[in-house]
């Protein structure tokens, strides 16, 4: 039998691999192209592998992917930056495939693989791959291009960089929207590496055409532009180019396009400087509040609150604060929500009087809200319009407000109150929360969903984290203590899962005196489940016990009557339960 050449191996099995109809064993032996290019050694991976690679391009789009990425990471397996050029050529050739994510990721791993090339072999390389994919017959071709033209242009000669510059333009101008819309998204990062000069003479032009684009995909693509070319303007000339776009854009007959603006505006506020947004950018964002398509107010009510941060006062209260009070009844629910969501935040900027004369009647409307969501979203913000005007304005619209959803219907609106508590015992305080909202937090251990009463036992703990001890002591364990006898056996696992999150909070000498008992009683329980839960809590506590006898007179005993119980559940975590406490007198 002939010997088989050991490092041919490899290669051999890769082909075999590739061939087969099974596409998880081709994907397979793809992920392992490291693997093979270590066996195989720098020399033949460069003369071999990779050429090979070239030319298997024909393949599911699942493999190419696989490949592009395993590619962007090649470098140190053909030789180091050296002979990181040896790489583009199965990238470029991913680069004209039909399927996106493929030509993204092969897009992706050559700027990778383009960042840590050395200059020369950037010109003498990377330069052309660009030039041939821009003037590439197809689309998917002159697609990839353009995001690959910020890595090889700062390096360029002078002759390049001017070519470099006229293909970008001409990609802006394709026939197929395709192509401009990806001239569009990557124009920030090609105006990054132009120079000042070329940014106003060519850029700028380039901006301008994609601005005016019969199409609203590519439209809504130049206003992210605006925010990153006007990063690279001097104020005036941000001013004069890119203010009157998104003025435009504000009124542009596609929704998308005004939703962009919308969803952009602060970025595109903080491009143009503070007096510009005042004086031409208050209009445009009025417009788009009151747009006729919910999803731009909804886009415009979430940026309420950054706007009104670049905006004094008086100006936020005369022109923001209507069109507030006006969303805050607008006939869709999610513009409510979005708004309720960011409306606390308009507290410091308003200020106190006017907080409290114009702001806080929204506030209560939206409090009011027959949409569980928008009252949710307006409490879970409270803390930010508290430290404005304090509690005792809010008291008396909030509890109504809370004590509606803590008895809500839907079950994951109890469940979101709930987790509000903590924030809301910060806010009210310990003799307000104590006297209107502890009957609700005891109410919620005995409600008949799971997740309710799990999340009430933890919400007592995190109380008891604010309150401290005695205060948990006088209004949450008597009432816990209660739920011991509770008829139904759920409620009775509720208790001890209750028990072991506050014993940790109580510390040693309440857990000792108090809790303890309360857990050794339960170990009497008729129910199964209810004597091994009573073992695995007693389990929890012992490292929380810094008594010894108390372990040894009360613990053990417990845990060795019921390590003799009928059920082998009980036992098994009985004993479990042993083991801890043996190992633990061990330690000490």
Not at 221 to 240: F, H, Q, S, W
Not at 492 to 504: Q, V
Request: hydrophobic content about 45%; proline content about 5%.
């Amino acid at each position: 039998m002939a010997m088989v050449d050991e490092p041919l191996y490899p290669i051999a099995v890769l082909i075999d691999e590739l061939k087969n109809d099974n596409i998880q064993l081709r994907l397979n032996s793809i992920r392992k192209l490291s693997t093979i290019a270590r066996a195989l050694g720098e020399v033949r991976t460069r003369n071999e592998l990779i050429p090979f690679l070239s030319e298997n391009n024909d393949d599911d789009d699942e493999v190419l992917l696989a490949m592009a990425e395993e590619l962007g990471v090649f470098i140190p397996f053909v030789g180091g930056v050296e002979y990181a050029h040896i790489l583009l050529p199965p990238l470029e050739t991913l680069c004209i495939v039909e399927e996106t994510c493929v030509r993204d990721k092969a897009v992706e791993s050559l700027s990778k693989i383009g960042s840590q090339m050395k200059e020369s072999n950037l010109v003498e390389y990377f330069a052309p791959l660009v030039k041939r994919l821009a003037v590439g017959e197809w689309f998917t071709s002159r697609i990839s291009a353009c995001g690959l033209f910020h890595i090889v242009y700062p390096t360029a000669p002078e002759m390049s960089k001017t070519e470099l510059r006229s293909l970008y333009s001409q990609l802006c101008q394709d026939d197929l929207p395709m192509v401009r819309r990806s001239a569009a998204t990557n124009l920030g990062k090609f105006a990054a590496t132009v120079e000042p000069v070329h940014l106003k003479a060519d850029i700028l032009t380039i901006f301008d055409n994609l601005t005016q684009d019969d199409q609203d995909s590519v439209r809504l693509l130049a206003v992210e532009g605006c925010t990153a070319i006007g990063k690279l303007l001097d104020p005036n000339d941000c001013v004069g180019h890119i203010l009157p776009v998104i003025v435009n854009f504000s009124q542009d007959k596609s929704w998308r396009v005004r939703y962009m603006v919308a969803n952009q505006l602060y970025e595109l506020c903080e491009a143009v400087g503070s007096e510009p947004t005042r004086t031409d950018l208050i209009p445009a964002y009025v417009r788009l509040l009151r747009d006729n398509e919910a999803e731009v107010r909804i886009a415009a009510a979430g940026k309420v609150t950054k706007f009104c941060q670049i905006l004094s006062p008086e100006l936020a209260s005369e022109h923001i604060l209507p069109c507030v009070k006006e969303l805050s009844s607008d006939s869709s629910q999610h513009v409510r929500s979005a708004l309720a969501s960011v409306i606390m935040g308009m507290a410091p900027a308003l200020g106190k009087d006017a907080t409290i004369e114009q702001l806080l009647p929204i506030f209560l409307s939206l409090l009011k809200d027959e949409f569980p969501d928008v009252r949710l979203n307006v409490i879970s913000k409270l803390d930010q319009v508290n430290q404005v005007i304090g509690i005792d304005l809010l008291s008396q619209s909030l509890l109504p407000a809370i004590v509606e959803l803590a008895e809500d219907r839907h079950w994951r609106v109890r469940l979101a109150i709930i987790e509000y508590m903590p924030l809301l015992a910060n806010q009210l305080g310990v003799g307000f929360f104590g006297d209107k909202l502890g009957a609700l937090c005891m109410q919620w251990l005995q409600d008949k969903v799971y997740s309710i009463r799990d999340a009430a036992a933890n919400n007592l703990m995190r109380l008891a984290e604010v309150f401290g001890p005695e205060w948990a002591m006088q209004h949450i364990i008597p009432q816990v203590s209660e739920m011991s006898s509770n008829p139904h056996y759920l409620y009775r696992m509720t208790f001890l899962h209750t028990i072991s999150l506050l014993a940790p909070v109580m510390g040693s000498d309440i857990t000792c005196s108090k809790l303890l008992p309360l857990i050794v009683d339960a170990s009497k329980d008729r129910v199964p489940n209810i004597k091994f839960n009573v073992a695995k809590v007693l389990q929890t506590l012992i490292p929380i016990i810094d008594k010894s006898e108390v372990v040894e007179n009360t613990i053990r005993p417990c845990l060795n009557e019921l390590a003799e119980d009928p059920d082998v559940d009980v036992r098994f975590y009985a004993k479990q339960a042993l083991k801890a406490i043996d190992n633990a007198m061990i330690i000490s």
